[in-house]
């Protein structure tokens, strides 16, 4: 099976560690690599061991690639969405890509963001899907529920078996609680995973049979498509006459093709601190402690911790999350509802919603490190090799001060070497650049004054990465 990962969320329910320029998918949560690295790794020794392919945000295409590079991963094809779309048509792009590659192509289509802690029995269920899809199946993976879960969807299941297979009757939206009880206390309902195995050829004629405006768009988008650096750049014009519709309701809700696979491998979509909570594993106490963090008389609690002590006294079911420039202190039971939070952040104007402190780009990341009326001080990091785009400010000039490695930098007419201790001044509309000649990271202090000092004061002359103005 070709590995077909679906990663465009923004993850809002995980804020603040999650924000929607570097979302969940692209953090370390449940173990030392991302979640998205997490989910390729697990596919090794499967029937899914492919080169994969991602479909993915715009704005996101650079931490993938490099998240994927980092792996010594160097066949992967990347496409990018111009707009989201949902589900079904992303899984047609892929679908039309993997057709290329092989005309009879078995996909397996992943969310980015799960956790799977029985590999060998999720390697099970690949298998088994990988026969019903080549049996001409339209195979979606049912999660036997451990608990009355109230944020997950269901899939019921009709009677009748077909091997190790189940017959799809109906999707179900997320329950009540009750209603939750009475589903996990009848073996006929599943959690819905979100996870898809078919031939591609397959998917695409079901779609085109229940949408075909749908796979039309999709089709003429990816005719229409172009390479960029690493990513596939599909028709824009085309793309955004799709219908807006995810698979379950576009195809697996009307196809008689449609069929379950049980899973039972200690699966999470880790989509909310609770979730993450239950996936790690607690002290004595039921505690979840990282980083920094000093509690006394604490039960069943979460509290992460980035930069500074954390203290936590006489407390049960919170989960307290600290970064640089957020906290979230919340009742564990009530985490579903940080997204509330995050659509009032960004409604007011904010932009702690979106970016951390800490911003990563193509050529390396910056953190802001203090900012004042008409000052502003960040720390900017730039990897060997790699050169910020060239560009001039309309409203700030420019002080870099260089603490580590070696700086080639344009300045109007003239390109200058500055070292460590060393300085360079841009005045405001001079035309400049940034680059990194060495081996080691350059890393500098640049101080930025002005009447104005946003991130949309840049125009862009001229960049290795292709990005516009506003990306």
């Not at 999660?143 to 799809?168: A, D, F, L």
């Not at 990513?231 to 449609?258: H, Q």
């Not at 999470?268 to 008389?297: M, P, T, Y």
């Not at 579903?336 to 919603?353: A, D, L, P, Y």
């Amino acid at each position: 099976m070709i590995p077909v990962v679906l990663s465009g969320g923004s993850g809002s329910r995980l804020w603040p560690l999650s924000r929607s320029s570097h979302p969940k998918q692209f953090l370390p949560l449940c173990s030392d690599q991302s979640m998205v690295q997490e989910t390729l790794t697990r596919l090794s020794r499967s029937v899914a061991s492919q080169s994969p392919i991602f479909v993915t945000a715009e704005d996101q295409r650079f931490l993938l690639a490099e998240q994927i590079r980092s792996l010594g991963v160097s066949d992967s094809r990347i496409i990018l969405e111009p707009a989201r779309r949902n589900t079904a048509p992303a899984i047609a792009l892929a679908c039309l890509c993997a057709l290329e590659q092989d005309p009879e192509a078995v996909v397996l289509v992943l969310p980015s963001d799960h956790h799977i802690k029985d590999q060998p029995a999720f390697h099970e269920a690949l298998a088994l899907a990988n026969a019903a899809a080549l049996e001409g199946k339209l195979v979606t993976f049912g999660i036997v529920p451990s608990k009355p879960e109230t944020g997950y969807g269901y899939i019921k299941v009709g009677n009748q078996k077909s091997g190790p297979s189940r017959p799809i009757a109906a999707f179900v939206e997320k329950p009540d609680f009750e209603t939750a009880k009475q589903y996990v206390a009848d073996d006929h309902y599943y959690w819905n995973s979100g996870m898809f195995a078919f031939r591609a050829d397959l998917y695409l004629s079901e779609l085109a049979k229940f949408n075909p405006d749908m796979i039309a768009a999709c089709r003429a988008a990816w005719q229409n498509k172009s390479l960029d650096l690493d990513f596939v750049r599909i028709g824009t014009d085309d793309f955004l006459k799709s219908p807006e519709d995810s698979i379950d309701y576009a195809v697996m809700e009307k196809t008689d093709k449609g069929v379950v696979i049980p899973l039972d491998a200690g699966w999470s979509d880790v989509g909310s601190w609770q979730s993450l909570w239950e996936v790690k594993e607690g002290d004595e106490f039921g505690n979840v402690f990282e980083g920094d963090v000093l509690a006394l008389d604490t039960e069943n609690s979460m509290a992460i911790s980035q930069s500074r002590l954390v203290s936590l006294l006489g407390v049960k079911n919170i989960a307290v999350i600290e970064t640089r420039d957020a906290v979230l202190v919340a009742d564990i039971d009530q985490v579903q509802r940080v997204k509330n939070i995050v659509k009032t952040i960004e409604e007011s104007g904010r932009t702690e919603h979106e970016f951390h402190r800490e911003v990563h780009r193509p050529w390396g990341k910056f953190d802001s490190v203090d900012a004042g009326g008409r000052y502003q001080v960040k720390r900017i990091t730039v990897k060997p090799g790699a050169r910020l785009s060239t560009q001039l400010h309309h409203h700030r000039a420019e002080h870099w001060v260089v603490v580590q490695g070696t700086a080639k930098v344009r300045r109007g007419d003239e390109t200058v070497m500055i070292s460590e201790n060393e300085s360079v001044y841009i005045p405001l509309g001079e035309v400049h650049s940034l680059e990194n000649p060495g081996k080691i990271m350059l890393e500098i202090i640049e101080i930025q004054t002005g009447a104005y000092l946003g991130e949309d004061d840049i125009i862009r002359l001229d960049d290795t990465y292709g990005r516009g103005n506003n990306d």
